[in-house]
Each structure stands twice: as C-alpha cells, then as structure tokens.
C-alpha cells in the first residue's frame, strides 16, 4: 500500500481508539423518520423502478460498492441519527460533502486508477444491525473500518479477501462467538479493537505473530489462558482486562520490552508468581494485574520500571515486603501511583512509607504491624502459614549489568523458575468477610 494512500485515510478517518466527536445534522422535524428513515431535507432514495445502473457512476468500484451499501442499509434495524438518510445517489466519493454517504471515504487503492471506497467510519453512529456479514467484506479495497459504539450483533465475517486491512475496531457492539480467527492472516493488521463484545472460548497464539501496535480484548468473556507465545507481537497497547483468564502471566512479556507502553490484566483469574521477567518492560507505564490470584513476592525487578506512572497489583495474594526499589520509583522514576491493596504484605521499606502520607502508596487490608485498616489477625495467621512456592531472585536487571534490558530475557537464569507453581486452596472471599465483621484494625 502506499504511503499517500495510507495518509489520505488517516486524514479522513477522524476516530479514536475511544471513539470520537462529531457534528451530527440537526435532529429531524417532527414530520421526518428517526429509525432508518430520512430527514425531510434529504432527497428520497431511488425508487425500485429507477435503480441506478454502472453508467451513473464514475466506475465500476464504485456501482458495486453501491450495492453493499444499499443491501446493508435494507439490514437496518436502529439509526437514531438518521445516518442512512445520507446513503442516497450516485456521489458515494464526494468526502467533502457531509450530507452525502456519511461514514464513507475514498482513495485510490495501489496499481490502479479507480477511486473506491477504502474507510468506513462508524465510530459513534448506533447503527444497529443483525450481522455485518455481507458488507464489510463486500469492499475489496477497505484499508480501515471502525465502528466503535453501535449495535452491530452476529459474528465477525470473513475478512480474508480484504488485502489492504490495517486497522479494525468492533468494540463496544454486541458481536459473539469465539475469537474471530479469519483475522490471524491478516498481517498487514497493525490495529484491532474487540472490546466490550461478548467473545469468549481461548485467543489462538498466532494472534501474536502479527505485528500490531494496538491489540484490545478487554470486557468480554475469554476464559483460556493467556497463550505463552504472548511476546512475540511488537504491541504498544495490550489489554485484557475484565475476561476470565486463567494461568499464567507469560514470561514471555519481557521480549516485548522494547515496544509495549501499557499492560492491563485487570479482572481475570490469573494465578501462579508475579513474572519477575516484568522488569525488563523498560518503557512501560502503565502496568496492572489488579484482582487476580497471583502470589509471591514483588520481584525486585520491578525497580527498574523507571518509566512506570501507573501500578496496580491489589486484590492479589502477594505477600512479603514492599520492595524499597519499588517506591523510590516516585522519587527517581514516574510514578505517581501504587496500588498494593488487600493482598497479605508484612512489611514496607523506609521509602514507602513516606509515599503513603503523600497518597501514592495504598497498602490498605494487608498484614503491615503498626498501620490502620489491615486484616483481622485470624486472616494473616492462616496465609502465613502456607507454603511460599515462588522464588525470590536475588537481583535486579537493570543494576546487575547496565543495557541488560535489551538482550532477551529467555537468557536469564531467573527465567527458568516455575512461575506456576501448585497453590494451596483458597478460601472464599465470603468466609474472610465473616471474619472481619467487627475485628478491623
């Protein structure tokens, strides 16, 4: 694809990750249709009886984009903003005009001449529609399709004939299914939002081998684990929060240190020892793994985050002392926020104190003598009396041998502990409530 093309579409596109703002046409008069239909300041579509033919249009590419356009819009089932009203006539590439085809833009794919429709813009319109199966994959030339926020429902379609596909966003729709693995081929994929869906079942490891730099699961229901293979994908911007994974956090995270920005495991069942491979993801910021099962130590390592803000570990079983290389990150690194609360800690270094008066460090409902708001005794006697089966590596990475960061972290020795060892049962969070009901320090 080239550069000018991949340019013009960004420049159209006017979506965010999160969606994005737009001036919407003045809500219909009282007389006009809110549900699919037309504003009364909009032409009535073409009558069966005067179908446009390939000679109305400026080629080819663009008749039968037509037609998709039109199926799709008989699919219809919920357009509050009257969007489809604009899907009338022949200018399906007349970007420039608002009130012509909105949500569609063109550009001149590669080794040809014929302007064609290469982005969809969805973002924020509320469409609602049974399945996307027919349409999306009815534009040969589509680069991008975002269509974050609306009512799409069904599963992912086939999207293999679509050799330009760089950048794919359904969150926050009402898609289903397992993990739409149609997507795994297509390598030129360096964008791919599935938040706030209704996916489930396990994410297949070749989704890793793309070259993404944004990959979104969060908020569905996933319930494998997370594949070992995980570093393999040069990714920004990794989120799996609010799923139900299990196992493991992978080893494998530190080989993407030299890319990976933000980390979200929030909300899971993750188990086993807090990877001490997680040090070496030297350019991270935000990094959380908050309300899961993992235990043991907070591994030094963790000291040389020097680019982390953000550092969420609560509601864990973690236990052990605070590391003081850990909170000296606020003095001499970014961090602006620790979060270490309701796991089963003892101990804090002298830093960490202070970052508790100046509110970065909470280390509420632990086991740390001579601070309010810990756990009933009775709760910390029973944790600590359970076998620790994960290691603590005696050193930190980055101190150790300076530029040690960039090497791959499979060559540590550290790297070969069993990260997943077999924990004792747990008990319910429930009999803990019974047991701090009036025993709170």
């Known amino acids: ?98 009130n012509t085809y909105r949500g569609f833009f063109c550009d001149t794919p590669p080794n040809t001449t014929d302007l064609t429709v290469a982005s969809i813009d969805f973002n924020g319109f509320h469409l609602g529609a049974p399945t996307l199966d027919g349409f999306i994959n009815g534009f040969p030339d589509l680069a991008l399709f975002h269509a974050n926020s609306n009512n799409f429902g069904g599963t992912v379609p086939n999207l293999l004939g679509l050799q330009y596909l760089y950048e794919l966003d359904f969150s926050n729709n009402k898609l289903s299914g397992l993990f739409p693995t149609n997507v795994v081929p297509l390598s030129g994929l360096a964008f791919l939002d599935l938040r706030f869906n209704f996916f489930q079942g ?94 043991g130590h907070i591994p030094l390592s963790f000291g040389c985050l020097s680019n982390v803000q953000e550092l969420n570990l609560a509601q864990n079983y973690l236990y052990g002392e605070v590391p003081e290389v850990v909170c000296q990150l606020a003095r001499t690194g970014n961090l602006v926020n620790l979060s270490l609360s309701d796991n ?65 972290c499979y060559n540590d020795w550290a790297s070969h502990f069993d990260h997943n060892p077999p924990m004792p049962p747990l008990p319910p969070h429930a009999s803990f409530n019974q047991l701090r009901k009036g025993k709170a320090n």
């Open 1 to 98: 694809m080239s550069t000018s093309f991949l340019i013009a579409i960004l420049i159209l596109s006017v979506s965010t990750v999160q969606g994005a703002d737009y001036n919407f046409p003045p809500a219909p008069s009282p007389g006009s249709t809110a549900q699919g239909g037309h504003y009364n300041d909009f032409p009535p579509g073409p009558s069966p009886s005067a179908q446009p033919n390939p000679k109305d249009f400026q080629n080819m590419k663009q008749f039968l984009a037509y037609l998709v356009i039109q199926r799709f819009k008989r699919t219809i089932t919920y357009d509050p903003l009257n969007i489809t009203g604009t899907w009338v006539g022949t200018r399906i590439c007349d970007n420039d005009d608002l």
């Open 202 to 295: 396990h994410v297949p490891p070749p989704i890793f081998l793309i070259g993404y730099e944004a990959l979104f699961l969060n908020n569905n229901f996933f319930n494998s684990s997370i594949p070992a293979n995980l570093g393999s994908s040069p990714v920004e911007y990794l989120t799996f929060a609010n799923n139900r994974f299990t196992g493991p956090i992978p080893v494998s995270i530190c080989n993407t240190s030299s890319t990976v920005l933000e980390v979200l495991f929030l909300n899971n069942q993750l188990s086993g020892c807090l990877p001490y491979e997680i040090g070496y993801l030297r350019d991270i910021t935000v990094f959380d793994a908050g309300l899961n099962k993992l235990t």
């Open 344 to 408: 089963f800690f003892t101990a804090l270094g002298v830093n960490c104190w202070d970052l508790i008066h100046n509110n970065v460090l909470d280390v509420r409902w632990n086991c740390i003598p001579g601070l309010p708001h810990q756990r009933p005794f009775e709760e910390c006697a029973w944790f600590l009396s359970l076998p620790k089966l994960c290691p603590l590596v005696p050193y930190m990475p980055c101190e150790a041998n300076p530029g040690r960061q960039n090497t791959t």
